[in-house]
């Protein structure tokens, strides 16, 4: 296994590869320190629909031609917007690297912003807010962040609402890119059939020019909590509680992954053991961790039958006290094992390992190497594993609830 290897411009711009053997393929990225925790409220959304655009038309290539461009060599494109990040991939064999890096290019540099494009794209992405709306599992999570950090850029939605995607023009997405498409916040990432060499050239070639310049800082996220219900005449009840987790650089991280994983995570967990298998209360139900810079949040979801939708999550609250507790040392080497299996299969995919190795650079200035990673989470303790559980159960809930109201954690 070759090494991951980093490279900065002169402008600050990053460049990372990471070459495999015994594949043909490629997988390159570019990964943006921007996305929606950015905006401005007025212009929530902004970041999503900026990342629609570019493909609509960028570096004298339509939309059409774009698509034509990539899948002419069997390859093609795809992006992604959260509250932190936004990210642009293109899959190809590793032959056609220069087009993937060229057409990411173009779309970041040279993107055309026709205002009837804007007008035709704002319609698709109302359809993709309502259909978010209309599924109960995915609003939900939105209604947690807003609940959990109310009144705050990073408790707005990602999709934005009706009211400031309409309000979005032609100069917000210029202006966007101007303020956050900034050469010190990019990597370039690729894994795969790649020439390490031949990538910083491409970089050069299509970034290098950049200016470099201070990027804006979002706002700090301030926790908060609370209660939320979305009422509907469901037959199902769809449940989201939890607690504020931590950042990812957090010393408590890897702990909390092996918690949320022995406590709820897995038909093997506690919470699907109990709830699901013995008792039949949900037919859905796990927990999960996430994490961002300076905040993050462990989460319980079910879905269930209304009637027994609360006992479902008093029960579920009273199974995560009770692991905060008593953890088992069999349930935390399962934890381990499972996690461990986890990091290594990722590794044998292209687009995991390019994924990985921008987010990482993105974030920590670098890869973080996959076996000190695994050190670490087999270095946990039982006892910093139930800790970690029993401080973040013991702060303030939030929970949110499509379907009937529900009482608050006593």
Known sequence: MTAPRIHRLANGFTVAAEPMAGVETIAVGLHVDCGARHEEAQTNGLAHLFEHM????????????????????????????????????????GEHLDLGVELIGDMIRKPHFEPDDLAREKDVVLQELGEARDLPDDIINDHFHSTAWPGQAFGRPVLGEEATIAAIGVDDLRGWTRAHYRPQGMVLAAAGKVDIDELIELAEARFGDMEPAPRPVPEAASYQGGSFVERRRLESAHILFGWEGVSYFDEAYYPLLLFSQAAGEGSSSRLFQSIREDRGLA?????????????????????????????????????FRAAARDLSPEELARAKAQIRATILMALESVQSRADRLGFQTLVHGEPLDPATIIARIDACTLDEVRAVGARLIGGRETLATVGP?????A
């Open 405 to 409: 109201a529900l009482k608050a954690a």
């Open 283 to 319: 037919y859905s139900v796990g927990s999960s961790v996430a994490a961002w810079r300076d905040t993050g949040m462990l989460t319980v979801y079910l879905a269930t039958a209304r009637r027994e939708a609360q006992h479902a999550t008093d029960l579920s609250r009273e199974l």
């Open 54 to 93: 570019v493909f609509k038309g960028a570096g004298g290539r339509s939309a059409r031609q774009i698509s034509e461009a990539v899948e002419n060599v069997g390859g093609y494109l795809n992006a992604f917007t959260s509250r932190d990040q936004t990210a642009f991939q293109a899959r190809l064999l």
